[in-house]
């Protein structure tokens, strides 16, 4: 499957295979005989971060997030799943042109440290908001909470 496990219990990081030829490149961001068998993605987007920008970090109660990294990015993880094998880790991994596998109870956030704008497409497993939006938002948010042990500097 190409995927490979990480210093925290769940999380999967993945090279994306870039085909270079005279047009340009192209990379497969996933198939379905390549996915982990419990993991199905619902929905797709892809956002766009400046340089210095840290998105997160938050978690999920039930979401797991596939995040596909296209610029010079850091990926910041702590593993806050009290029953987890690696409770209380924290990581942090460059994941330019990469793929990161991020279970719920994982907060997560990540930073674009390059010097032009970067690239995150997800496929995360869950529709945001829910089947028509009319469900909670699944966040934990701890971005502007200035007591927060989960701060990117």
Not at 27 to 44: I, K, S, W
Request: net charge negative; with cysteine.
């Amino acid at each position: 499957m190409g995927f490979h496990t990480t210093e925290i219990e769940g999380v999967l990081i993945k090279d994306l295979k870039v085909f270079n030829d005279q047009r340009g490149w192209l990379t497969e961001l996933f198939r379905d005989d390549e996915l982990p068998e419990e993991f199905r993605p619902l929905m797709g987007y892809i956002s766009m971060t400046y340089p210095g920008v840290v998105r997160g970090p938050h978690e999920h109660r039930y979401q797991t997030d596939y995040f596909c990294f296209f610029g010079d990015f850091t990926l910041y993880l702590w593993d806050n799943r009290e029953g987890s094998g690696t409770y209380g880790r924290k990581m942090a991994v460059k994941v330019d042109r990469k793929i990161a596998l991020v279970p719920p109870g994982v907060v997560h956030a990540y930073k674009n440290e390059g010097r032009e704008n970067g690239f995150v497409v997800n496929f995360p497993d869950r529709l945001y908001a829910g089947r028509g939006r009319k469900e909670p938002v699944d966040e934990i948010r701890y971005e502007d909470v200035p007591e927060s042990p989960y701060r990117v500097e």
